[in-house]
């Protein structure tokens, strides 16, 4: 499952800076001018989770896999980008492909790193991002809004929900909003799937400060965390030059003294993909034996044949049935046996909705 969160921005926030420590990447740029990455670099991610050590520890496989999801590096964005401003239109094309957006926010100050928009202010340059993604939207709404108009005149009443919902996302969008904010399901979602709105999807902030405000933030952070709290978002506040540094550190001992010397416990990256990988909707299952450990990636809601199908697809057309133990119980039993002794290893149909931490075991027939 090739999902995806795009690191988006204004030019010179960090972006890129960002993108090359969480993916441990130097393949993108990161340079102190405009459009310095054209185009999206993207970068596959494993997914930090202390569950997956413990049940290798346990289970002493040959490998351990970790799950993964992939970032999406997109070139900073300029006020006019809905109209074409700096390669707008390529750049909004881009953002149009990943499934959730991780948006980049300057605050700390330093004069040697170039800023056309004026003295730092988080909010207005969250304003800026979300007004072009706004501005775009309400032109795809509007354009099927006509096409749909026209079948209502030619009496075709199955567009009329369709109608009435896209009437209400151009006023949504008329007054600054985002469509997320709306709350669309079933068949109201269903009249804007097609346009892959932008600001349909979920957005995640990052609140890049200086060294000086890592462990407690500052003004500007602070103004963004509350600003992002009124739309219910999140907000993971780090110092993006930081974590690239940690992230190009090469042993376990050496990232944790560079850790304790800033009074970090874990790095921040940490948390920016664990809380992307939330945003996205996402749990995690695990297969454990003696071959290999592995974590896997399912959206949340997903039932049991569906889970089998991203080891297989065969898994899903010939499943018979799941075999499951909770990971709580995985690690108080040690073993699968001790946990099939002590009747904590379940036997689950086609209409089991997996759950987080689940272990799992597939009989299948094709």
Known sequence: MAL????????????????NAVSNSAKAQASNYRFCTIEPNVGQVDVPDERLAMLAELVQPQRIL??????????????????GEGLGNKFLANIREVDAIVHVIRCFEDENILREEGEINPISDKEIIDTELQLKDLESVEKKLQRVEKLLKAGDP?????????????????EGKNIRGLQL???????T????????????????????????????????????????AQVIVMNNSIEAQISELETVEDKELFLSEYGLTEPGLNRLIQSTYTLLNLITYFTAGVQEVRAWTIH??????QAASVIHTDFEKGFIKAEVIAYK???????????????????????YIVQDGDVMHFRFNV
Do not use: M
């Not at 921005?9 to 960002?18: D, E, F, I, Q, Y």
């Not at 949340?300 to 044949?305: L, T």
């Not at 002590?342 to 149909?349: F, V």
């Open 4 to 19: 995806q969160a795009g690191i988006v921005g204004l030019p010179n926030v960090g972006k890129s800076t960002l993108f």
């Open 66 to 83: 970790p799950t993964t999801f992939e970032f999406v590096d997109i070139a900073g964005l300029v006020k006019g980008a809905s109209k």
């Open 158 to 174: 199955k567009n009329k929900r369709a109608h009435e919902v896209l009437l209400r996302c151009q006023q949504h969008l008329g």
């Open 185 to 191: 399901e079933g068949e109201d979602l269903e009249a």
């Open 193 to 232: 799937a097609d346009l892959c709105l932008l600001t349909e999807k979920p957005v995640l902030y990052v609140a890049n400060v200086d060294e000086a405000a890592l462990l407690t933030g500052n003004k500007y952070s602070e103004a963004l965390v509350k600003a992002a709290h009124e739309e219910g």
């Open 300 to 305: 949340r809601g997903w039932k049991a044949p």
């Open 329 to 351: 119980d995985y690690v108080q039993y040690k073993t699968e046996a001790a946990c099939r002794e002590n009747g904590k290893l379940r036997i689950e149909g086609k209409e």
